[in-house]
Each structure stands twice: as C-alpha cells, then as structure tokens.
C-alpha cells in the first residue's frame, strides 16, 4: 500500500488569489494523479502528474489554470489559480505503484472560494 | 470512449441485510479492472474491492462481492450482513493498467438501525 498525505486538508481562499496543494507519499511511486471532485459529484481526472517533465493534461483542464510540479517520485503539487467560487471542490492526489495494483488516494483537499 | 454509469443514486438497507448496487460500463480496452471505492465523510477513497476483467471468477472480499458480467458490461457490488459502517457513496471505476480511473456518479448507501 501507499500513506499519502495531502496538505492543506481544507482551506476557504478568496476569489482571484491561488492556492497550492501538496502530496507527500511514504514511498516512491511510478505515477501520480491529481482529481477534482466537485459538491455531490463523482471524481474527474485533471491531470497526470509526469516526474522531470510537464503534466499531461486531460480535457477541459489547462497548465494556466492548474499548474502541477513533481519534482522527485515522492511528492506534487497542483495549484488552482485565480480562483472563483466554481473551483470549490475536493481535490485528490492519487498514485499508482505497480501495474497490477490499485491506485491510492490521499484523504482530499476541500477547497471553498468565496 | 470509456464510460462508468451507476444508475442508483441512493440505496438503502436494514442492518444485517443484503443490498446490491449496480454499475455499468463501456471499454473498447481488452485488458481493463474494475473497482468499488468507499468514501465516507471523511472524503478517503477505500478500495472495496477490486476485478480483473481476464478472471471469470467473481470477486470477494468478506461481506463484499461483485457480480461481473463480462459480456454485459455489468459490475454489481454486493455487501452482505450490512453493517452502519458501511454507510457512504459507493463509487464504481474502470482502469486500463494506467491507474487514471473513470468513475461513475457514486451511489450513497445509507443503512437503517
């Protein structure tokens, strides 16, 4: 298994500013995901968080919007920028160790805009 | 494209009985698993149970099994002997060995004293 942590747990940002969100995993990992969950909704993928090398993006999810580092195979960040209060959601890191294991997630970032 | 589609969007069910919850999907993938995930309030994800879709054999774990209809496209989860912990969303989720799952709605389970 994997223990992730996901830091900030929650968090109430006002609109325009950015917030950064980090997952920290207790051990190195092949890939890393960052989701979206938005209020009474099932979970939507953002991106693939690619260690050495620019995030691949799914659709409707942009770098400008949500900017995601990981610089080793332990640890990323996502930043939701320039908020609104349509970026309230939860958001999910989640990785994936070997090919025939389930992936894990981390207990999830609430994120409120006002 | 694949799809995940739980048409149940809240079940509920006595303590100690059985429910089933239903979930369907669509893959042009050969090689593909299947998930049920839990979150409860606390928002983290639970792997419940997982499938290979290259097995025939059905799942379990516990008071958990699935139903996997191969040719259907079916992948029900049943929860036997329910307990009041095993109140929240269900989620269901097909994978194709990349672990960027596609999730169905959830289903809330909730469960009756």
């Known amino acids: 298994s994997a223990v992730i942590s996901q830091k900030p747990s929650r968090d109430i940002c006002q609109r325009g500013t950015s917030l950064t969100i980090q997952c920290q995993v207790d051990?190195?990992?092949?890939?890393m995901f960052w989701y979206r969950q938005q209020p009474g909704q099932s979970l939507t993928l953002i991106a693939t968080a690619n260690q050495g090398s620019e995030a691949t993006y799914e659709s409707g999810f942009v770098i400008d919007k949500f900017p995601i580092s990981r610089p080793n195979l332990t640890f990323s960040t996502l930043t939701v920028s320039n908020m609104s209060p349509e970026d309230s959601s939860i958001y999910l890191c989640s990785v994936g160790r070997d090919s025939n294991t389930e992936a894990f997630f981390g207990q999830g970032t609430r994120l409120t805009v006002v | 494209a694949q799809t995940v589609t739980q048409s149940q969007p809240e079940m509920s069910v006595q303590e100690a009985e059985t429910v089933t919850l239903s979930c369907t999907y669509d893959?042009?993938?050969?090689?593909?698993?299947l998930f049920w995930y839990k979150q409860p309030p606390s928002r983290q994800m639970i792997l419940v149970i997982r499938?290979?879709?290259?097995?025939?054999q059905n799942a379990t774990e516990n008071r958990f099994s699935v139903n996997f209809q191969k040719a259907a496209k079916s992948f029900s989860l049943k929860i036997s002997d329910s307990q009041l912990g095993d109140a929240a969303m269900y989620f269901c989720?097909?994978?194709?060995?990349?672990?960027?799952?596609?999730f169905g709605t959830g289903t809330r389970l909730k469960v009756l004293a």
């Open positions: 051990s190195q990992v092949t890939m």
């Open positions: 499938q290979e879709a290259y097995k025939q």
């Open positions: 989720a097909l994978g194709s060995g990349t672990y960027k799952y596609i």
């Open positions: 893959t042009s993938e050969s090689d593909y698993y």
